[in-house]
């Protein structure tokens, strides 16, 4: 039963130690270390408080594809994401994911299923966002390369999930399924299982739920790239909002990899690659991806613990 989360954790443990290899092949860690420490605290700071946003339009997101199934509040909404990308810092291969659709499920009595169909709307609609958004920054840079057939693989990749959640979602009606759904119905656990999970992708055939979380992720994404680009400044690096957009949203398309706990590695490893392909020393580029990484994980794991003291545990037998 355990087999395949664990087997999970070790791939992405594997990924992360060759990224960690690529980065340091080549790299002036002397001068890395130079970089960062002339960074001015006062703009880490204000990139710290885009990255709060940015997380606070992700709880709002959820929060929207949610409510066809159940109504949350935002608050404890917010501390179920947080207490996630707490335990993604802590867990390999974005395990938080699952901690976070079980959390919210044991925590409001609903399906832990429903809650993770959800989950899984909300990663495809940042992906095609993260896509949009680097799609656009290529353009606007005249990237070319290693970073632009990257994003093209990101492209066909998202649309492989659109048709997978469209098959998902109309799973019981389609044609030539009448032996599985006849096999399903013997084993009534996994029946209500899929049943359930299907509910939660079933959020993303309604237009107005959708529309909001496109909205959501649309503002989240502002903070996410203004948040790279004060970090640049703090470093003495000036990006300009495209240059921030490719950088962020690339790193966000290679962190969609599952590797070892808070992506280590391929974190440092997109932005370095990411922050050359637009002009950037290779010193200054993992440079500016390191403090990102530090304080993006410094911000969730602060407010995943102090969302974690507020909600508590309680268990449930939902499922």
Known sequence: MRSGPVLRAAIGGAISIVAVWFVLQGTDLARTTDVLSRADLRWVAAGGVFMSLDLAFRALRWQRLLRPIAHVRYPPMLGYLLIGYLANNILPARLGELVRSHYLGDREGISRAAALGTVVVERIVDLVAVVAIAAVALLILSVRGVVANAVLVGGAV????????????????????????????????????????????????????????????????????????????????????????????????????????????????????????????????????????????????????????RLGWRGSAET
């Open 158 to 309: 998202t649309g492989l999930f659109l048709i997978v959640l469209a098959i998902g979602i109309a799973a019981h009606r389609l044609p030539g399924l009448d032996r599985i759904r006849a096999v399903v119905e013997r084993y009534p656990r996994v029946r209500d299982l899929a049943s359930s999970l299907q509910d939660g992708l079933s959020v993303a055939a309604r237009p107005r739920t959708v529309g909001e979380a496109i909205l959501a992720s649309g503002a989240s994404w502002t903070m996410a790239v203004l948040a790279y680009a004060a970090i640049g400044q703090a470093l003495g690096i000036e990006l300009s909002m495209a240059q921030a957009a490719l950088i962020a949203s690339g790193v966000a398309l290679a962190s969609a990899v599952p590797a070892g706990p808070s992506n280590l590695g391929t974190f440092e490893l997109a932005a370095q690659e990411l922050g050359k392909a637009v002009g950037l020393e290779q010193s200054s580029a993992l440079a500016l991806g390191f403090l990102v990484h530090v304080a993006l994980i410094v911000v969730t794991s602060i407010g995943g613990g102090i969302a974690f003291a």
